[in-house]
């Protein structure tokens, strides 16, 4: 046997039966999606055995894309979970034979509850089909095995048509990436999408802020209580003038200055690149990368209110 040849003829297979379930796609697919983003109640998937873990996924797909959606098993069905489904959901079965024993089972209670139910599957005139409200039937093709037993290609092809549903579904509903993020909050790129520099910088006494009139002892003071690199320095109306990093402290050291003879506005950079308030963490993080710093001040108008650091936005989980 050549193994990768056999491993290739295993994805032609299965790309053959994408193409043809891709070209046959028609208004069966439209009727079947404006269901879906019509619907006022939930989208179920169900499915037994491979189609079932299909059908769990697609659920996964179509609720993190704006769908409410969940896998219904179509064994628990018959003994209470049928209480799950509403007259105002929409149940998608999933059998290419269409006649799955579970599946069938379980028909004629999704239509006593009143639930509009969409079949998909590769016989038309299958129990499923002839149940269903509305049926995509797939185009015949082989599955990969080498029986044409075990689902390959008729899993795949039903994956790739459930994902066409949701992501088009997500583009009707006008999914945003704060969407996205909403749904995806553990994830690095759903923080990317939600989380603000607001979250995350130092604040109020964790920030360190010290006046324009304190000397520049004070401001090593303040740099060693707050630890933060950085402490910014403020008027009377807490406006920032400028900011002492420990880099700039260090260069007044080694050039033997006295530091309870000089202030800190002697020293401070003025014009610092800063941050305003609400900005998303990642964009602080492009710009600590972009210009090769550490830590941003974080300004409401032009009064300072935190400073966030590139080790807090990593820590949250934000990489770039």
């Given amino acids: 046997m050549d193994k990768l040849a056999e491993g290739k003829r295993v994805f032609d297979i299965e790309i053959e039966a994408l193409e043809k379930t891709r070209d046959a796609l028609d208004e069966t697919f439209v009727k079947i999606l404006?269901?879906?983003t019509e619907c006022t109640g939930k989208v179920i998937l169900t499915g037994m055995g491979k189609p079932g873990h299909i059908a769990k996924k697609l659920a996964a797909t179509f609720a993190s894309l704006g769908t409410?959606?969940?896998?219904?098993?179509?064994?628990?069905?018959?003994?209470?979970?049928?209480?799950?489904?509403?007259?105002n959901d929409v149940v998608i079965a999933i059998s290419y034979s269409g006649e799955s024993d579970e599946i069938v089972k379980i028909l004629p209670n999704i239509k006593m509850i009143g639930a509009t139910l969409v079949a998909i599957t590769g016989n038309e005139k299958s129990t499923l089909a002839q149940a269903a409200d509305i049926t995509q039937v797939l185009p015949k093709f082989d599955e990969a095995c080498y029986l044409g037993l075990a689902?390959?290609?008729?899993?795949?092809?039903?994956?790739?048509?459930?994902?066409?549903?949701?992501?088009?579904?997500?583009?009707?509903?006008?999914?945003?990436?704060?969407?996205?993020?909403k749904f995806h909050?553990?994830?690095?790129?759903?923080?990317?999408?939600i989380l603000k520099v607001d979250d995350l910088m130092s604040k109020e006494e964790k920030n360190a802020v010290i006046e324009e009139k304190?000397?520049?002892?004070?401001?090593?003071?303040?740099?060693?209580?707050?630890?933060?690199?950085?402490?910014?320095?403020?008027?009377?109306?807490?406006?920032?003038?400028?900011?002492?990093?420990d880099g700039d402290l260090r260069r007044q050291l080694e050039k033997g200055v006295s530091i309870y003879d000089m202030y800190a506005e002697d020293v401070m950079s003025v014009k610092p690149i800063t941050m305003q308030s609400g900005k998303?963490?990642?964009e602080a993080l492009k710009v600590m990368k972009e210009k090769n710093i550490s830590c941003l001040p974080i300004l409401d108008g032009e009064k300072?209110?935190?400073?966030?650091?590139?080790?807090?936005?990593?820590?949250?989980?934000?990489?770039?």
Avoid at 153 to 181: E, H, M, P, Q, R
Avoid at 185 to 193: D, E, F, T, V
């Fill in 214 to 245: 304190a000397t520049l002892k004070d401001a090593i003071i303040e740099l060693s209580k707050k630890g933060l690199g950085v402490v910014s320095i403020v008027d009377q109306d807490k406006k920032l003038l400028g900011v002492i990093t």
């Fill in 34 to 36: 404006d269901l879906v």
């Fill in 68 to 87: 409410p959606a969940f896998c219904l098993h179509p064994a628990e069905a018959m003994h209470g979970d049928l209480g799950m489904i509403a007259e």
């Fill in 280 to 282: 998303l963490a990642v």
């Fill in 304 to 320: 300072i209110v935190g400073t966030i650091r590139l080790q807090d936005i990593i820590g949250a989980g934000i990489i770039g």
């Fill in 151 to 181: 689902p390959t290609s008729s899993t795949t092809a039903v994956l790739c048509y459930g994902d066409a549903l949701a992501v088009v579904a997500s583009g009707i509903y006008g999914f945003k990436n704060a969407d996205f993020g």
């Fill in 185 to 193: 909050p553990a994830g690095s790129l759903g923080k990317k999408l």
